[in-house]
């Protein structure tokens, strides 16, 4: 696919996308004016840039719909829930019909059906006088229309020397005039391009004058140059505004004169320079098309100001970066670790200062990578409507903590996760309507979505307010399964997590929603492979939560390096409480117990050593470094504390990568391998050794 038609695609994912969302949030919180019209551009828009394109089945349903979206704006047409629905099916059926046209495809029987079907579903919505308007307009008629309400405009523009950086096609610009009116004159200006020995064949020297006939509106017009305006010098004005067009002449850069040029091509507003008798009706359209200049100079500075600001980046791109800046951070671990073994003072200065620019570049870099997840999570509410209403359930969907940023590689793939959990919180959690006035509930189930940061992880919560999860269900099934015996006694929190195992479902009937024991393990397999964890915390008729807990990141880490035995490891910083000595008061305090009491708190202490057998401890001293994950809290005893360590995740291989308790491994400046503890699993292995 050529750059222009990614444009294309990345714009038109972009206008559904703001429709999708617009129409989710207008059937929970009704509609006005302004998002009305904001559809309406929307769909607009679409139509224009597929027009430039020749993709004429786009451009015709999308032409209809734009006219029932005309109706609504114009409250010609209520804008009901099943106008809602109707309008977002459009949004689906555009979708696909852009997928076709990019990839080149005829519409297959299908989706012509569809696509016919829902013509006449916009159709049959459309005022009496409307319904027949189901095309573009013909020839004959635009004629007609024109000499009814059109004016006559003015439009000149030149390229700006870098418009071939743009990628953008400028017959396709002129083209796309036709959908909106007539071009009765166009001049095109090559004055300016030099002799073939001065030229830059890089650079663009050309422009256009243009006498337009359209009934569209000024702002319609200026859409035209939608994805140029930065790249040309324009000006429209009506053509007969007297003092845009002599303003126009007198800062023309042309290397030939323009008004000379205008009048040699029968320009016919040049003519109102000598014509006194038009100077009334122009003193009154001035200030409306000041108006005008003055709007589209907001536009170009509103583009401008994102220009500075916005910038779209293939992520490959920047997953090459990130993976460059890791390799820089080990090598410049191992000129840190020469520099500390020649003593040498200088080398050492250079070596932290070049530290301290590659932790700036990192953060940077990784920064570009953080995206809010509110972006992203938008799309659960056309998913959360979609089964609400297949299965015949009120649903109140919220999304709290939308601004919270994580990686855009973790956003996406814990998207089909979190989809999953929502399917059955709908599908399974929440009851019906009539089963929740019953119970003296209302009638709308509430399922919430929220994220938020905690103890440098990411926490992202799904709770419902339905029937919860049957304990007791879920037990018998286990046990039927063979997953866990007849008399193995387990925590509420242990029989919850056996829904994660393969196979298991306490669903009543099974649905092409959920319900057949596929997918949990799936979804806890994936939560996992990101270096995360999900927990289950439910209550029988009162509803669930699904708690998940994700790293920022997954590239690299701020971590704490420390020794056990022979072995080095890496603690994430973030997950770091603080760090004591664990002294001959402490050793007395346990009289052989794994607890230590900490300022009038029992914590629990986990022997490094023990844990991963270790030999025995060279050190003088043992230390225990006091980490938190979510609401708990452990000691780790080990030997040495070497402090902080800028950490590159490496991936441990398939031999290593399933090894309890780590999660990676990174490369230390001596050449050494230090492993990743996996908090979390640390963290399980302790809390099920206490219970």
């Known amino acids: 696919m050529d750059e222009e038609l990614k444009l294309f695609c990345e714009d038109v994912d972009e ?6 969302n617009g129409l989710i949030s207008m059937q929970e919180n009704g509609s006005d004016e302004e998002s009305v019209g904001a559809l309406f551009r929307a769909m607009h828009t679409i139509k224009g840039t597929a027009g430039m394109f020749n993709f004429d089945d786009i451009v015709h349903f999308t032409h209809i719909a734009e006219n029932l979206l005309s109706e609504v704006r114009d409250d010609k047409v209520a804008l009901t829930e099943e106008l809602i629905d109707i309008f977002l099916k459009v949004k689906d059926h555009t979708q696909k019909l852009v997928d076709l046209a990019t990839s080149n495809e005829e519409l297959d ?50 390229l700006k020397p870098n418009f071939f950086s743009s990628g953008m096609d400028i017959v396709s610009i002129l083209n796309f005039f036709a959908l909106l009116g007539e071009v009765k004159k166009m001049l095109f200006i090559g004055s300016n391009i030099p002799n073939i020995k001065n030229m830059n064949p890089t650079e663009a020297y050309i422009g256009y004058e243009i006498l337009f006939l359209s009934d569209a509106p000024y702002e319609e017009i200026e859409e035209i140059f939608e994805f140029i305006i930065d790249d040309i010098d324009l000006r429209i004005f009506k053509a007969n505004d007297k003092e845009q067009l002599r303003a126009l002449l007198d800062n023309s850069h042309d290397k030939v004169s323009l008004k000379e040029e205008l009048i040699a091509h029968d320009f016919e507003n040049i003519k109102l320079l000598s014509d006194a008798k038009t100077e009334k009706k122009q003193n009154k359209e001035k200030t409306e098309s000041q108006d005008a200049q003055k709007t589209i100079l907001k536009k170009i500075e509103k583009k401008e100001e994102k220009k500075n600001f916005s910038l779209r980046v293939d992520s490959s791109k920047i997953d090459q970066l990130i993976n460059q800046i890791s390799e820089m951070v ?31 570049i990192r953060m940077g870099v990784m920064n570009i990578r953080m995206v809010q997840v509110g972006d992203s999570f938008n799309k659960f509410k056309r998913i959360v409507h979609d089964i609400a209403k297949k299965v015949e359930k009120e649903i109140d969907f919220e999304i709290v903590g939308g601004d919270t940023e994580l990686d855009k590689m973790v956003v996406e793939k814990i998207s089909d996760p979190l989809m999953h959990m929502l399917r059955n919180s709908i599908d399974h959690g929440i009851e019906t309507p009539e089963e929740r006035e019953a119970l003296g509930k209302s009638r709308k189930g509430h399922v919430v979505l929220k994220t938020y940061p905690d103890a440098g992880t990411i926490v992202i919560e799904i709770s419902d307010d339905g029937k919860g999860l049957p304990k007791d269900k879920i037990l018998e099934k286990a046990i039927a399964n063979g997953l866990i015996s007849q008399d193995q006694k387990l925590s509420d929190k242990e029989i919850y997590n056996l829904i994660f195992a393969a196979g298991l479902s306490t669903a009543e009937k099974v649905s092409d929603i959920s319900g057949r024991g596929v997918g949990m393990d799936v979804v806890k397999r994936n939560i996992e492979s990101l270096r995360g964890t999900v927990e289950i915390d439910s209550r029988e008729g009162e509803g669930s939560t699904f708690t998940i807990r994700l790293p920022l990141t997954l590239a690299i880490i701020d971590g704490f390096l420390i020794q056990s035995g022979n ?7 973030e997950m770091i409480q603080e760090c004591i000595e664990l002294d ?12 230590i009491n900490l300022r009038d708190t029992m914590l629990p202490l986990l022997d490094i050593r023990e844990y991963f057998s270790e030999a025995a401890s060279q050190s003088k001293r043992e230390n225990v470094v006091v980490v938190r994950y979510g609401e708990h809290k452990v000691g780790m005893m080990v030997d040495e504390l070497f402090g902080e360590f800028q950490t590159v995740i490496k991936p441990l291989g398939a031999v290593f990568g399933n090894v309890p308790g780590i999660s990676g491994g990174t490369i230390l400046g001596s050449g050494e391998i230090a492993l990743i503890f996996d908090i979390p699993k640390l963290m399980e292995h302790k809390i099920r050794e206490i219970n």
């Open 330 to 360: 080990i090598a410049n671990a191992k000129v840190r670790q020469r520099a500390d073994i020649l003593d040498d003072n200088e080398l050492d200065e250079s070596a932290t200062i070049l530290s301290d620019m590659l932790e700036e």
């Open 15 to 20: 206008q559904l996308t703001f429709m999708e």
């Open 109 to 158: 029987e299908f989706t012509k059906a569809t696509h016919d079907q829902l013509i006449e579903i916009l159709k049959s919505h459309m005022p009496n006088a409307m319904a027949t308007s189901d095309a573009l307009p013909t020839k004959d008629e635009q004629e007609t229309s024109d000499a009814k309400n059109s004016e006559l405009w003015h439009i000149s523009f030149r």
């Open 584 to 595: 001959d008061h402490y050793k007395k305090e346990m009289d052989g117990n794994e607890f």
């Open 567 to 573: 072995t080095k490891y890496i603690i994430p910083l």
